[in-house]
């Protein structure tokens, strides 16, 4: 049997997994990567390629990268390569109905949460902030909906306490991938049933702002305890340090709950080499690694011995 022709669509480094599986699987032909425009980063904004460019470019895939993927032009583009397969994982926008009839097998997404739950763009993160107690990859078969189509496979993976939205990114990534090139050949064949979302137990997970990282001391311990691991590294969870009539930023790096009580929200319980406990609407949270604004990260003896807290001072809102 001829080998399949797959277009690869995806920009974010989650999809760099499920490029490099479908390259060294062997049964299939990337014709060609389609990935966002380079972006300006960095202080000088110099113009930095997608991590999916970057692995196409080392794998010498042709890559396009249009400004608008529902452009006349960059669809007739992708007609013109008659591929039987598009792979979409994490390429940042919407794929217009055109493009979806192209591939005569359609379109298959890599969507890291356990669909209909936290459809959007956000569902790692949002799946450690609901306090879930497990999430997974669903490999789905695009329709023009959000994250509606209907789904060919999926896998499941605890959410350890250990976790953070990095070790859980890294983890899904390399299920996802798996996963693909698992259910491919199935798909192709015709062999697997596709089963429609359930219409009730559905989520959206918005996407994520930098002002969803301050933690509101008023709330209970183990909230803000997910709140830190749902948002690191990006975009950080974060309070300020009271210093009389001013305030300083402090980034949250890890902490765990802890079942001690305390009268005030935000207030210094005790602060040692173990940490810095600070009282919450419900329990408590110890801060383990910290981060002054403009410093390096710190456990908390380091950022004792150069910040000395007393007992009683506030971390506020």
Not at 101 to 122: E, F, M, Q, W
Not at 233 to 248: L, M, N, V
Not at 287 to 311: D, W
């Amino acid at each position: 049997m001829a080998q399949l022709r797959i277009i690869f669509m995806g920009t974010a480094e989650l999809a760099r997994a499920s490029l490099q599986a479908l390259k060294q699987w062997g049964e299939c032909d990337v014709i060609a990567v389609v990935t966002q425009p380079d972006k300006p980063k960095g202080r000088d904004l110099k113009l930095q390629p997608s991590p999916v460019k970057m692995l196409a470019v080392d794998f010498e895939i042709p890559v396009l990268q249009p400004e608008k993927a529902r452009a006349v032009d960059f669809v007739n583009t992708l007609r013109d390569l008659h591929p039987d397969l598009i792979v979409v994982v994490a390429y940042g926008q919407i794929l217009p109905q055109a493009i979806l009839d192209i591939p005569r097998l359609g379109c298959l997404n890599v969507h890291t949460s356990l669909l209909p739950k936290y459809r959007g763009a956000a569902p790692i993160q949002w799946a450690i902030l609901d306090d879930e107690p497990q999430t997974g990859v669903t490999i789905m078969q695009m329709d023009a909906g959000l994250d509606t189509g209907d789904i060919l496979s999926q896998s499941v993976t605890p959410i350890y306490p250990t976790d953070n939205a990095e070790t859980l990114h890294n983890r899904l990534a390399l299920i996802g991938a798996e996963l693909l090139t698992e259910t491919i050949p199935n798909f192709a064949a015709g062999t697997i049933a596709a089963q429609k979302q359930p219409s009730d137990g559905s989520s959206y997970a918005r996407k994520i702002s930098k002002e969803d990282g301050k933690l509101n001391w008023s709330e209970p311990a183990r909230k803000l305890w997910n709140q830190v691991r749902a948002f690191t590294p990006w975009p950080g969870a974060f309070t300020f340090q009271s210093t009389g009539e001013s305030k300083r930023l402090l980034k949250i790096w890890q902490a765990e709950p802890v079942e001690i009580s305390g009268e005030e929200p935000g207030k210094v319980l005790s602060a040692d080499k173990t940490g810095i406990v600070v009282t919450c609407g419900k329990g408590s949270l110890r801060l383990i690694t910290l981060q002054r604004e403009g410093g390096r990260r710190l456990s908390a003896q380091e950022f004792l011995s150069g910040n000395p807290l007393q007992i009683g001072s506030k971390f506020v809102g």
